[in-house]
């Protein structure tokens, strides 16, 4: 069974940064994909980043101010927040699939099999 641990939310203010982290029982390199995603309050879920076989992309949103990264020798993925705002609001959550598809690049939410709990980062002042 594949777990994925999300750490490293907390509160922070207006053009500060957070590094988030994801730690999977295993090797991401196993992943076809993983992704980050967000629930903003009183909105849907969104897509944050996502790393595929095929590429990494960006919500345009985020593009220039967030990075994703991946580290094999600790089983983790980050997404560091710069400059964060305000509507970076919402719990940000990790997925990974091992499902091997067609496209390049995932996504689609639904199409991740393993989620972690998720970790609240609020941007206040």
């Known amino acids: 069974q594949v777990q994925l641990v999300e750490s490293g939310g907390g509160l922070v203010q207006p053009g500060g940064s957070l590094r988030l982290s994801c730690t999977a029982s295993?090797?991401?390199?196993?992943?076809?994909?993983t992704g980050w995603y967000r629930h903003p309050p009183g909105k849907q879920r969104e897509l944050v980043a996502v790393?595929?076989?095929?590429?990494?992309d960006y919500a345009e949103s985020v593009k220039g101010r967030f990075t994703f990264s991946r580290d094999d020798a600790k089983n983790t993925v980050y997404l560091q927040m710069n400059s964060l705002k305000p509507e970076d609001t919402a719990v940000y959550y990790c997925?990974?699939?091992?499902?091997?598809?067609?496209?390049?690049?995932?996504?689609?939410?639904?199409?991740?099999?393993?989620w972690g709990q998720g970790t609240q980062v609020t941007v206040s002042s």
């Open positions: 295993g090797s991401f390199k196993r992943f076809y994909s």
């Open positions: 997925a990974a699939t091992r499902i091997q598809y067609a496209q390049a690049i995932v996504y689609d939410a639904t199409e991740y099999d393993y």
């Open positions: 790393m595929s076989s095929g590429g990494l």
